[in-house]
């Protein structure tokens, strides 16, 4: 046992080791890439002072990762709040699946790079517009994973439900929402990571503050540490979140 979780410890570390050796030997290659201690150096005052402001976009990158923190919560939580009553629906009524199926299948697969400028064009504005772009984005996983968790739930349930006499809304609490629960969190699970990519991309296009919007500053500076800071920031962040929302769904999956 303890073998096992030495070993689970030692090789993520193995694993990350062989990563900054690879960056290392690039950035041999390739004299603008600065290496993993060169990165250090020049990023550390981020790291060290992360709460630190000293301009609008020169700020430690904890404010930074803070503001696109709270864009996605916003974001995802309007995608998760529009796009679980649409799985809802769409999974209880063959008829509401064949009619918005195609239309569905043509909105999930556009690019956040594409939704982005409608939203300036609706909303004139670069914060509502990139609520949109993520909610839009985001919304697509969950609609997915509620309509597949309505259909999985076995028709004995459903004939219980008859004989009972359940109301409908009965039937919608004490049936349908427990058996969909561990559907919806996997879809909620694949809409974070989704927001979380599309925040990137709209601070970059719009340039506001945020660690998407001080990477593109950074690259137009030509500040190449920089720009790997915010990459490493941006991955750690996305890992965190997945974690979190994982252990929130084992915990469900076990109740």
Request: hydrophobic share 55%; net charge positive.
């Amino acid at each position: 046992m303890i073998k096992t979780r030495l070993l689970h410890a030692i090789l993520p570390l193995f694993g990350l080791g062989l990563a900054l050796l690879f960056w290392w030997g690039a950035s041999i290659k390739v004299p603008d890439l600065p290496s993993p201690m060169r990165t250090w150096e020049e990023s550390k005052l981020y790291v060290l002072e992360p709460l630190a402001k000293r301009g609008e976009m020169d700020q430690g990158i904890g404010l930074l990762a803070y503001y696109s923190l709270m864009r996605v919560g916003q974001g995802f939580f309007l995608g998760i709040a529009i796009g679980t009553p649409i799985g809802f629906l769409l999974g209880v009524s063959s008829l509401l699946t064949r009619m918005f199926d195609p239309l569905i299948q043509v909105l999930r697969p556009i690019s956040p790079l594409a939704w982005l400028p409608l939203g300036l064009i609706l909303f004139q504005k670069s914060e509502p517009a990139a609520l949109f772009a993520i909610a839009v984005c985001s919304m697509w996983p969950t609609v997915l994973n509620t309509m597949t968790g309505v259909r999985a739930i076995p028709q004995d349930y459903w004939n219980v439900a008859k004989v009972l006499r359940l109301s409908k809304l009965t039937t919608f609490t004490k049936i349908i929402v427990p058996a969909t629960l561990p559907y919806m969190f996997t879809g909620y699970r694949l809409s974070l990571g989704i927001a979380w990519l599309v925040i990137v991309a709209s601070e970059m296009l719009t340039g506001t503050p945020g660690v998407g919007g001080f990477l593109w500053q950074e690259y137009n500076s030509l500040v190449y540490a920089h720009i790997l800071l915010a990459i490493v920031t941006i991955g750690m962040i996305g890992f965190v979140l997945d974690r979190v929302m994982g252990l929130v769904e084992m915990r469900l999956r076990a109740v």
